[in-house]
């Protein structure tokens, strides 16, 4: 198949072009100096010279709050409204480290209850992702198998040849067709730069063997390392927010007495509430607890239960944290305590 490109000008113009047009777009902006995925408006200012964004694509397909029906109550009974999920998405921006976490969210959004939130959302949406090319000290794909111009969750991926613009790559019949669809944005030819592509694996070294670390905290529930790891927690739940595969959420209804909506929400196990007994004895007490489950939901829960890590090795919740926990160092504890590689 003939090379085709996409430069930022007609990325910006597709993305406005599509919200205008029903689509839920979502894309990179500006924002005081960060850089966020949102839905696009004709006024977005949207940016595609960034290393990566404070949040991750996650909101497009599960939003940090979403009405799932309303409800009126009345003489004759009970009408419940559901919410239509009709809508095509449109992903724009995001890294192979937010792509590769589609897969694994899907594996729990469609186990034993079928999320249709998610999963119709997931069937609607064209993903469209940026290879890396930096990565800094937070980064670790490559030690969860994953890579900087990783293709896993993507519908089609774009590599920067130019300060301007991409080469694409089509991975999936749905990212096929979507090229064929915006054909007039696309373009055959785009003068390459030879600085261009900055980064390749070996620019992400290995640093722990997830087996190993799965291993060592099967057995090591009640460890004094555990304390060292998370010491400075504080319980924000920040790492939670920003993290691309953190799933946790709960149902609340918002309602009078005769009408209401009822909500899903995100949710975070870092928050001391999340465990909290009606009779206020909590389980996870302490701050070290409640990290311990994020670590150990992510690296040994969800693999006895789906066979994959929960962890793209993303890098953002280290970067959120602002009492300078790291999960790379932690694992890396982990990996130690193990043996190492
Ligand atoms: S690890 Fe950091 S970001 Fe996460 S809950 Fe603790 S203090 Fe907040
Ligand atoms: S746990 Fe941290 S490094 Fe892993 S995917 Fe979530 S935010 Fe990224």
Redesign the pocket.
Known sequence: MADVFLTHDKARELLIHLSANGVEAFGPVEKDGIHIIEKIHEQSPINFDYFITTNSIKEALFPRYEKILSYKISQEGVEVEDVPLDKSIVIMGGHPCDAASIPLMEKLFGWDYKDKFFLKRRENSVVITLACEEADNDCFCTSLGYSPRGEVGSDILLERVSDNGWKVKTLTDKGKNFAKEYADYFQSSLEADKKYPKLADKDVPVQFDPKKVKKWIDGHFEDSLWEKI?S?????????YVCPTCHCFDITDDATMWSGIRTKNWD?C??PYFTLHASMHNPREE?FQ??RQ?INHKYSIYVNLFEAVSCTGCGR?SR??????NILEAVKMIDNAAGGK
């Open positions: 998370a400075n927690c504080w319980s924000c739940a920040a790492c939670t975070a870092t928050l701050h409640r990290y994020r919740c959120a944290c602002g009492a300078r926990v």
